[in-house]
């Protein structure tokens, strides 16, 4: 029973256009999402987060989207680089909860973004 | 400057042997996980410590074991290994359940790259 999908398992796009990178959560209860990026041979590495609190959030090139009424979240890239060739996980949890979520993490099954020069 | 390695970072070992991961941290957070990376699954928790003894298991914990005697050192084994568990492990660490750990995510190791033959 997967509780985050990332229904994509890849996309292709342009050098200079938008990458949309969309996951979809099934438990209302995770208050907290994050996007991790990771390049082959290494481990992810944080991108950027988002709280339920808040319904977009930006750095740089990079803004995370969240649609809590349709517990959808996409991370959009403007304008794609070649660089941000990678695996993209989408990944989520609940913030303190008395302490019993101990920080758990829950990860989609990743979208293998290629940009092409 | 990696606060966080494992090791072995390759590992090749035959069906019933048995293995064990070293994850090993220097920046004393508190929580430590372990995640596998399997194609289409993603990353997938298997087992999580919330403090030095303190363990738990993970959504895919069944063959794994681990131990944690020191903050700094968390061993995942396999107490037989099977091809099932033929995979890339990662270890991951945060500071705990508070917001930093949500706005900045878990840093991960650069991977543990296991074949059970």
């Known amino acids: 029973d997967q509780q985050v999908k990332q229904n994509s398992p890849s996309l292709s796009v342009q050098e200079g256009r938008i990458s949309i990178l969309n996951c979809d959560y099934t438990?209302?209860?995770?208050?907290?999402f994050l996007w991790y990026k990771k390049y082959p041979a290494e481990g992810p590495t944080f991108l950027i987060s988002?709280?339920?609190?808040?319904d977009k959030n930006e750095d740089g090139r990079f803004t995370v989207f969240l649609n809590k009424s349709a517990k959808h979240l996409s991370l959009h890239i403007v304008p794609s680089q070649p660089g941000d060739s990678a695996v993209y996980f989408c990944?989520?949890?609940?913030f303190g909860a008395g302490g019993t979520s101990y920080g758990k993490l829950t990860f989609g099954q990743g979208t293998i973004l290629t940009v092409h020069p | 400057d990696a606060g966080i390695t494992q090791s072995p970072r390759h590992k090749v070992t035959e069906t019933g042997t048995p293995v064990t991961l070293r994850c090993h941290q220097t920046?004393?957070?508190?929580?430590m996980y372990w995640y596998r990376q399997d194609p289409g699954h993603g990353l997938r928790l298997i087992h999580y410590?919330?403090?030095?003894?303190?363990?738990d298991k993970g959504e895919v914990s069944d063959g794994y074991s681990v131990s944690r005697s020191k903050t700094e050192d968390f061993l995942l084994t396999l107490e037989s290994a099977t091809s099932s568990q033929t995979s890339v492990y990662f270890c991951?660490?945060?500071?705990?359940?508070?917001?930093?750990?949500?706005?900045?995510?878990?840093?991960f190791g650069s991977g543990t790259r296991l074949t059970v033959v």
């Open positions: 991951a660490i945060s500071e705990g359940t508070g917001l930093r750990t949500f706005n900045y995510g878990y840093t």
């Open positions: 990944a989520t949890g609940r």
């Open positions: 438990n209302s209860m995770f208050d907290y």
């Open positions: 410590s919330y403090g030095v003894k303190d363990t």
């Open positions: 988002i709280s339920s609190i808040k």
């Open positions: 920046e004393n957070h508190r929580y």
